[in-house]
């Protein structure tokens, strides 16, 4: 890991309050999860510097709320996740807008409602 992306993972967890970013869990954060998951695919559809981006990564405490921050893959969410990353808009106003496209889908999840 090169020493760049080890400060803006320290940064990540600091902004977090080093808390994991799944909304109700409130245990420490120490694991990085993608929004748009850190496949060959998605690399290939979004480009590596979205997929390695700042914006497309949370703080998590573990695997189960990792997935829960995983948006998916080919969904109308990972496009606007995506488009919202390359905008031109502040750095916590895609904040802002990416995790409340996680709480939804993971609300409608529970609510077992079918989010494709």
Do not use: P
């Given at each position: 890991?090169?020493?760049?992306?080890?400060?803006?993972i320290r940064e990540l967890y600091e902004e977090q309050n080093?808390?994991?970013?799944?909304?109700?869990?409130?245990?420490?954060?120490?694991?990085?999860?993608?929004?748009?998951?850190?496949?060959?695919?998605?690399?290939?559809?979004?480009?590596?510097?979205?997929?390695?981006?700042?914006?497309?990564?949370?703080?998590?405490?573990?695997?189960?709320?990792?997935?829960?921050?995983?948006?998916?893959?080919?969904?109308?969410?990972?496009?606007?996740?995506?488009?919202?990353?390359?905008?031109?808009?502040?750095?916590?106003?895609?904040?802002?807008?990416?995790?409340?496209?996680?709480?939804?889908?993971?609300?409608?999840?529970?609510?077992?409602?079918?989010?494709?």
């Amino acid at each position: 890991m090169k020493a760049n992306e080890r400060e803006k993972i320290r940064e990540l967890y600091e902004e977090q309050n080093w808390i994991c970013a799944v909304e109700g869990c409130n245990k420490g954060a120490f694991q990085r999860a993608h929004i748009l998951g850190n496949t060959k695919l998605n690399r290939h559809l979004y480009t590596d510097a979205v997929i390695d981006s700042k914006e497309n990564w949370r703080g998590v405490c573990s695997l189960e709320c990792n997935k829960k921050v995983d948006i998916g893959k080919g969904t109308l969410r990972a496009e606007i996740v995506y488009q919202t990353i390359i905008s031109d808009k502040s750095y916590t106003d895609k904040w802002n807008l990416i995790n409340d496209l996680i709480i939804e889908k993971n609300e409608l999840r529970e609510a077992k409602i079918d989010i494709k």
